[in-house]
């Protein structure tokens, strides 16, 4: 069975702080995905991110940095220099396995509530 | 491209009744998800329909189905409602819904009350 752990439920920074959100994973498969989402109050979940199992690279993309790390267990999301525009409930979410239990489905952690006040 | 599309994106309903929610895929996705979204049990899947046919599905009793059509499209039905299925609704589509061969991509989600 897989699990996603995000402790933070909830995170208040000053807008140009820097923020990390942290996620935990548990998984018996060495093929496993992780993703990061954005929920804004419209609903929608955004996509932010993709990493394999195999792929322990850091990755950067403007404010947004990921920190993969296998022995921990974690794949933790940075945001620098926050910004308003960046509130609202982030997903960490994990899909792996093979065959029918593992198909279109993604285990989400609990979301972190980030507010980032002017 | 058009995104995932869901309608309607809000229901009022009444405990007893069924409803029929509708997704359309990204063109060219053939994998549609669905998951359910509450405040106390948070992001839980419900089902996956691939090719017309549901390959996987979440712990929900028989009240929740789905079916997916010809060009990919999916609705999801849930019959007798309860006030319990108060909750967002998100229908996510991949390309082919495997792990390693797509992201999955969400539409805004239909909100259902259950008065």
């Known amino acids: 069975a897989q699990k996603v752990t995000q402790a933070q439920t909830e995170i208040s920074v000053v807008e140009k702080e820097d923020v990390t959100l942290d996620c935990v994973y548990e998984t018996r498969d060495t093929t496993y995905y992780l993703f990061w989402y954005k929920q804004p109050p419209s609903g929608e979940l955004v996509f932010l991110i993709r990493r394999n199992s195999f792929d322990e690279q850091n990755e950067i993309s403007g404010r947004y940095s990921w920190n993969f790390q296998k022995s921990t267990s974690s794949f933790n999301f940075t945001i620098t220099a926050s910004q308003v525009v960046d509130s609202a409930v982030y997903f960490c979410?994990?899909?792996?396995?093979?065959?029918?239990?593992?198909?279109?489905?993604?285990?989400f952690g609990q979301g972190t509530i980030l507010t980032v006040h002017p | 491209k058009a995104g995932v599309t869901q309608t309607p994106r809000y229901l009022i309903k009444t405990r007893g009744q069924q409803v029929t929610l509708s997704c359309s895929p990204i063109s060219g996705h053939r994998s549609v998800s669905w998951y359910q979204q509450t405040p106390g049990q948070g992001l839980q899947f419900l089902f996956e329909y691939f090719s017309e046919t549901q390959r996987n599905k979440g712990n929900f009793p028989g009240r929740f189905s789905g079916r997916q059509f010809s060009n990919s499209r999916s609705e999801m039905n849930v019959s007798t409602l309860e006030l319990g299925d108060s909750a967002l609704y998100l229908c996510a589509s991949s390309l082919d819904g495997g792990p390693g061969l797509g992201t999955q991509h969400f539409g805004d989600g239909t909100r259902l009350s259950i008065l």
């Open positions: 979410a994990l899909s792996a396995g093979a065959g029918g239990t593992s198909y279109g489905k993604l285990t």
